[in-house]
């Protein structure tokens, strides 16, 4: 039954999604609320299966985070290198599947030219990014100022996606 319940909400929220909108599902755990973080042995296993079967490229940055969901990417390598952009992200929707510890969630992301707020934390962050037809994976390890690693997993849309792409995620996640 929750099964049919998350996919009408899984349809409820494409029929929302806009070209230029982003759709992400990110693996974590649930504990009070959401952390898209998962172990290093975790982390670990996904990168040496997805390096196995597909391409990749490595991305480094530095991100600096600001007030209302804004940051700061300066990007160290790749086309990008040298430069920065200043993105503030709208939350339009989430859809949490505790079961599978996964959070789907719908976005707007905007490029700005400055911000005025003061940052309040940065990361150093290497991403490796498999591209695949519909959607890329993305596995990250950021480092803290204090020395803390933070591994994530996620996989963003990279085309307006259908409920079969979708599901095709969630498998893959699991």
Same mark, same amino acid.
Request: with cysteine; charged share 30%; hydrophobic share 30%.
């Given at each position: ?37 998962? #172990? &290093? ?7 040496? /299966?997805?390096?196995?079967?597909? !391409? =990749?490229? $490595?991305?480094? *940055? ?27 992200k709208y939350k339009k929707q989430y859809i949490d599947l505790p079961k599978n510890g996964l959070r789907i969630s ?11 707020? #003061? &940052? ?7 991403? /490796?990014?498999?591209?695949?037809? !519909? =959607?890329? $994976?993305?596995? *990250? ?34």
């Amino acid at each position: 039954m929750t099964e049919l319940i998350n996919m009408n909400k899984i349809k409820n929220m494409l029929l929302k999604y806009k070209k230029g909108d982003e759709l992400e599902i990110r693996k974590g755990s649930f504990f009070n609320k959401f952390s898209a973080t998962i #172990p &290093i042995k975790e982390f670990n296993q996904y990168f040496y /299966y997805f390096k196995q079967k597909y !391409n =990749y490229t $490595i991305q480094y *940055s530095t991100i600096y985070y600001y007030k209302n969901h804004t940051k700061k990417v300066c990007y160290k390598n790749g086309d990008k290198k040298g430069q920065s952009e200043i993105i503030r992200k709208y939350k339009k929707q989430y859809i949490d599947l505790p079961k599978n510890g996964l959070r789907i969630s719908l976005s707007q992301e905007k490029l700005l030219t400055h911000v005025k707020s #003061p &940052i309040t934390y940065e990361i150093s962050r290497v991403r /490796y990014i498999f591209l695949l037809k !519909n =959607y890329k $994976i993305e596995l *990250s390890v950021d480092k803290t100022i204090h020395q803390r690693y933070i591994h994530r997993y996620e996989i963003e849309c990279t085309n307006i996606p259908d409920i079969g792409t979708i599901y095709e995620i969630i498998n893959v996640m699991k």
